[in-house]
């Protein structure tokens, strides 16, 4: 499918390397300070050699409170999205308590012992100096508290063999994507929530303060002019890439649902084509929308016809939010950027029976994360919303899910609700919406009642894998709020 839609360019977050060690013992002991530069050579290539592709830049050993001051401009100069200091041995807390006092960007401490243990029969100093990358972390951790800062995260293992370790590198290195993202995101609204919707209204100010994204108010009439300059090859190509991908079986129990018909295979091409060059144009990295336009209108008829497009642009790494939501918007970006998935979703009926929900929604959403072969049907309506056309269906990918909804608080701060869960098999209703077999613990009733206790909007973000503690990393480096609900 990415070999038919054009997949966005790949970011690269900044990060930053400086190592830290104690001055005096170099000349205590011949050798170190060149062993400890090799300790952190080793670590900037595990950086480098992660799946996730980072701009890294070393900024040496510091090992004095003079070196410390020095490097806090170069720090900020930087314009970083994510630090590493790599604790190569003791080193006192005047190396980290300026750059932690002065510094907004997340520091993570890295403590990656070269050695599995001493050889204790032949142990020396130089051997335990060598080895001493935790022997600072309590020190550092109390100095941030007494700089006003939280105790930053860490990373404890050995520097080789550690696969642990190897995958906690590679999570902040997708921390990073998305922080880099969110603060450079553009994000384009059209319309309105719908007018009942009291979770979904968002002040766009607020995004920016708290994420750095700048929102895009753009209007419904700028993708109906690219639709009507759109010729029939554009069309034809569209078609064939959709058919490729998409299946079209025939209708089975919802009245409302049929076969995909050529009409409305027609209009969801051109309307892709239509929405792509919109998205091009106005260089944004993703939607929300809602817009009904006047009955009969060629407005309405485009507007309501997205589904397909932005499903596509979904799973191609440019979120596209129904119903206007540009919480859950931002809340899908955030799964992209983890590559997790992220798609629009929300409850629907629960399974007393077998003690599961049914999660999705109707509209767009991510295709990279679909169960099988998703689906196109032609719907006679969209319910609750005006208009006709093709609908996408699926469920997503059978194993771990985790869903963030961002909710807004009484005093217009954000608060991200997460909650992991399992993707079950079975069948879906077929009715041109996607629906996913949701379990959670300790119980279906359970796990909803402490949901919705934590206010959550009706909508959210659904994603492959379990990664709840990592979204919540990413709410703290935030200062957002952020609450998982127990499982137990």
Request: some cysteine; glycine content about 8%.
């Amino acid at each position: 499918m990415k070999g038919h839609f054009q997949h966005r360019k790949e970011t690269i977050p900044g990060i930053g390397v400086f190592g830290v060690g104690y001055f005096k013992y170099w000349s205590q002991f011949e050798g170190l300070r060149d062993a400890m530069e090799k300790k952190q050579s080793a670590f900037i290539e595990k950086i480098k050699n992660s799946k996730v592709k980072t701009n890294c830049t070393d900024f040496g050993l510091i090992d004095n409170a003079q070196s410390a001051y020095d490097l806090v401009p170069q720090l900020n100069a930087a314009n970083l999205d994510l630090i590493f200091c790599d604790m190569l041995t003791y080193a006192t807390s005047s190396t980290f308590g300026v750059i932690i006092k002065s510094i907004n960007v997340p520091v993570v401490l890295v403590a990656l012992q070269p050695d599995k243990a001493l050889d204790y029969k032949n142990a020396s100093t130089y051997l335990q100096l060598y080895n001493d990358d935790i022997c600072a972390l309590p020190e550092f951790a109390g100095v941030a508290v007494r700089m006003g800062k939280p105790v930053p995260d860490m990373i404890i293992g050995t520097l080789h063999d550690d696969p642990d370790a190897d995958q906690e590198i590679e999570r902040y290195c997708r921390i990073a994507r998305v922080l880099h993202d969110l603060k450079t995101a553009r994000i384009g609204h059209i319309g309105h929530p719908i007018e009942a919707m009291l979770d979904m209204h968002t002040d766009a100010t607020m995004l920016t303060a708290h994420f750095g994204a700048h929102i895009i108010q753009c209007e419904s009439h700028e993708i109906v002019s690219q639709f009507d300059r759109i010729d029939q090859d554009e069309i034809r190509s569209v078609k064939d890439r959709i058919l490729s991908f998409f299946d079209t079986p025939d209708p089975v129990s919802d009245p409302i649902s049929e076969k995909l018909k050529d009409s409305d295979l027609e209009i969801a091409a051109k309307v892709t084509v239509a929405l792509e060059k919109f998205v091009a144009e106005k260089k944004i990295d993703g939607l929300a929308y809602y817009y009904e336009g006047e009955e009969n209108s060629v407005e309405r008829m485009v507007m309501s016809n997205l589904i397909v497009g932005n499903s596509l642009l979904t799973a191609n790494g440019f979120p596209m939010c129904g119903e206007s939501d540009l919480k859950t918007c931002i809340a899908m970006m955030i799964m992209d950027r983890l590559g997790i998935g992220g798609s629009f979703a929300e409850f629907h009926p629960v399974d007393f029976n077998e003690n599961f929900v049914l999660v999705g929604h109707d509209g767009p959403h991510n295709l990279a994360i679909a169960e099988g072969r998703p689906v196109l049907r032609s719907l006679k309506k969209y319910h609750g919303k005006p208009g006709f056309g093709a609908g996408v269906e699926f469920k997503i990918k059978e194993g771990p899910i985790t869903m963030l909804s961002i909710s807004s608080t009484f005093d217009g701060k954000f608060k991200f609700i997460i909650a992991e869960g399992e993707s079950v098999a079975g069948p879906i209703p077929p009715t041109g919406n996607t629906n996913t077999r949701g379990f959670f613990k300790p119980d279906v009733k359970t796990f909803l009642q402490r949901w919705i206790k934590e206010g959550p909007t009706h909508h959210f973000a659904l994603g492959t894998g379990h990664h709840a503690v990592t979204i919540q990393k990413i709410a703290h480096y935030l200062n957002i709020k952020s609450v998982i609900i127990s499982s137990i």
